[in-house]
């Protein structure tokens, strides 16, 4: 048996600490999601985690690894890694955040295509971009510009990539342009780069267009 | 405790879920959209997105000849029939096909004798997100998400609600509608890991049915994809593909490097998922070989680079790279492989409109069962969620009637969710839900997987019976919120004994093997005629009983 070490933010109504747990597995043997289940399995159950398809597709296993967030089913497992729960989205319980937020957030702003009817014909390189969204939500904890508190004012990058949606739709005939504002998305004008594990170039698809001179 | 009313409720959001309430909230309804998962989040959100068409004279054939004819012919005369138009509406939904200029491209996934399917713009994400934004779009929705049904409530065959637990918020609910759609998927998570579903697909659907005093048919007939990833530990049973993934020219070898199937992508998932089980078995009933697909042919050939760039498109090559490595991604070099558990075809007996035998209680989805019979083509699943849910949920929203059959007080709901978590656990133990999900899942794997015998199966059963008994004295408090995941956890564990009794009573009573079900001790079609077998629960006790057709 070969153990290594993982370090786990945990907090639950009693709990607030790091917890270091023993796994039994090598380095780079098997993704950190398999770790993390192992030990909910084997140690203690009461550790929260989330995850759905074990790779790649569902978006719901993002954590910060080392400080940087990361899918757990696509990162390998090593030795001391730190393992937290996403920034700017509030822990519902250790390694799960919440989520039924952002469904109310595309309620209430309006991020619902609208479009004309007919066939398609020409399918942009945008539209198959930003439709890779998985909402893993890492864009929100990435950036230092997004604030839960204030997500009514300024919504955060996951919205305004469901906007880009809208806007490279082939049969786009929605009016965009009020939900600019309703988003904020002004106030990313000078975002830094902001991270995907997608790959949706969020900055050049899903900011820059939209802004406006104030 | 929370208390819902609605004219309708929706149990789970994936496509026939979601279909199915846009449907009833078209003819203005109320509905209550309920889902373990985040809202829209289910098999249908990580699926590859690909939907077969009504087109050709052969697709009724097609699908009466991967089922092996143990298809429910109405259902599928109703599915052909009710499917008009039925890609025009996605279309004007905004979902987005993958296209060349003006035309859809088609393709021909396995047991297509013409390629009838489509491709969605981006896998099933793009279709779980235009169903997600269609119904949001309607005022008279409420979406319960992170909350599991536990319960059906019923009162002399009359389904009236629901009870819930809403594992987020640490909370039980009690939600009453006229009429309820079971929509809540399928139970891959019963052969875990060797599955590629999500980790929801519990089988709850099977068991809440009977539950409430429905049937199942053809339970026996689970479907495994022939190939999955084998290594590492975590990504066992992710999706490679099926036949069609290895292309016109792929092999499947032995550890000896030999040649044991080729022609792969003209054979059925069926077929070559019971080829790749017997080699690595070497026609015993245990697992002692392994089994490699070796592609590499197909580098060399015209039509087989373009079957790479099909996998590539469809986004089916990642899991290799991040597995295997590069030159596996390439298909340069062979890689292990192992059939993964995808789909049941088994589920519950409806009517033609959706109806099971409960009054109230309708169904859709992977949830019901009849249409696949003993074996499914590949992109039928979400052409079926998506006809049938918007049919089922046209018929709910006309039997809705105004009066509100059932009400109970508060009081006495507690009562119901008291007893519930009493039969859940009724005493203080040591067992955790998650340890006992993985033994059931290895011995449904061991016992009543891809090779079956009148032996491994009440072996099986035995054991299913061990793990009931450790269920019932489980460590969980159910005062303290850290246990929140330790409650869902139990509340599947229960739905996967069910469900997994079901499988391995009603695998007993097919003394035959078809389609997806193979028993070693008979290996060879009945001869007396086609018939089902049909799953109810009378007075607490599971029966299987032969239905000759
Ligand atoms: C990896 C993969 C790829 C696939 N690719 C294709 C494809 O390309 N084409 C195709 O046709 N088919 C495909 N399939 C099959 C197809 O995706 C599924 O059969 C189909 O999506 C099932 O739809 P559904 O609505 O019945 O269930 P699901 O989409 O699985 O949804 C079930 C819903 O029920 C909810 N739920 C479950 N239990 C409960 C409960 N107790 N209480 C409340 N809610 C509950 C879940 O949260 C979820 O929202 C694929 C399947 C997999 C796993
Ligand atoms: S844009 Fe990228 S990082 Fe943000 S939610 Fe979508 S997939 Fe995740
Ligand atoms: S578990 Fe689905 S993306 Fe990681």
Redesign the interface.
Known sequence: MAFLTLSIKRK????NEQVAYQVDARDG???L???L?KI???QD??L??R????????G?CAVKVNGKEKMA??TKVKNDMLVEPLDNVPV??DL?V???Y??DT??EKG???D?K?G?????SEE??AV?????CQVCLSASTLYSHENRDAIAGPMFFVKLA?IYY???LSTNYEQKIKDLGINHYKNSEVIPCPYGVPINKLAIAPFLTEE | MEVYYSDILCIGSGVAGLMSSIAAAELNRKICIVSK???S?GNT??SGGVIASNQGPSFFDDILKSGEELNSTKLVETLLQESDNIHDTL????H????D??HKNKIKPGGHTEARTYVS??????LG??L???L??EDNVQ?L??TAVCQILVEGNRAYGAMCFNW?KNEWSVIYASQIILASGGGGMLYA?HT?N???STGDSYALALQAGASLVDMEQVQFIPFGIAE????V??EVGDTAAAGPYGVLTNDNGEVFLDDIPNQTREAVSRKIALQMSGGTADFRNTVWLDPSANTKEVAGRKAWENAKQAGSL??LK?AYGAKSYKWKEPFKVVPTLHYIMGGVIVDHDGNTTVDGLMAAGEAVGGVHGAGRMGSMSLFEGLVFGRLVGHRAAEKVTGKRDQCVSKLVLQSFIDNYKKSLSNEKGVY????LK?ELSSVMWQYAGLIREEKGLRIALDKVIQIERKAQSL?IDWC???????IL?TIELKSMLVTAKSIIISALKRTESRGSHFRLDYPNESTLGLYNVRVNTSRDEMNAQIVYK
């Open positions: 639950t109504d009693h709990l043997e098997t993704t999601l398999n770790a289940q909910q399995t084997e159950p009461t929260a985690i995850y759905g398809c074990r790779f790649k597709d569902c719901l089913c696509l519902v319980q799960v919440e989520r039924s952002i469904t595309i309620i991020l619902i295509p479009t009817s066939e398609t014909t020409h399918v539209y198959k439709n890779k969204c998985t909402d949606q739709h082939p049969q | 998962e985040p809202f989040w959100r990580i279309e004007d939904w905004g987005v096909y993958q296209r200029g003006k713009s981006y896998k099933g994400i793009s997100n235009i997600r934004m269609r949001l779009k979406v998400e992170e987020v890991p590629d999500m980790r929801s590492p530990v975590g990504m049973g992710i990642e899991g991040y955790s839900p998650f340890k993985d460590n303290n919120s850290a246990y929140r995941q330790v956890n």
